[in-house]
């Protein structure tokens, strides 16, 4: 998922929206296949969101959660 520099300037909530429904659309696909979702693809995400968003954003959390499970 491309940083929020590569997305054509968006506003910080502009950006969080985006973030927030993929990351639940990543939880859903978590719940239900959760061998089918890739641990790097998390991870990867879980830095990125970690950068713009901050450690105590919920979207951090669920995906370190996710990470942990």
């Known amino acids: 998922m491309p940083g ?8 910080g909530r502009e950006w ?3 973030v927030e429904r993929h990351v ?5 696909q978590w719940q239900q296949h959760q061998q089918g979702v890739a641990a790097g ?10 950068r713009s968003l901050g450690s ?6 669920r995906l370190a959660q996710m990470m942990d499970d």
């Open 56 to 61: 105590r954003h919920w979207t951090t959390r």
């Open 41 to 50: 693809t998390v991870a990867s995400l879980h830095e990125l969101v970690m």
């Open 16 to 18: 969080e929206r985006i």
């Open 24 to 28: 639940l659309n990543l939880d859903r």
């Open 4 to 11: 929020p520099s590569s997305q054509g300037g968006l506003s």
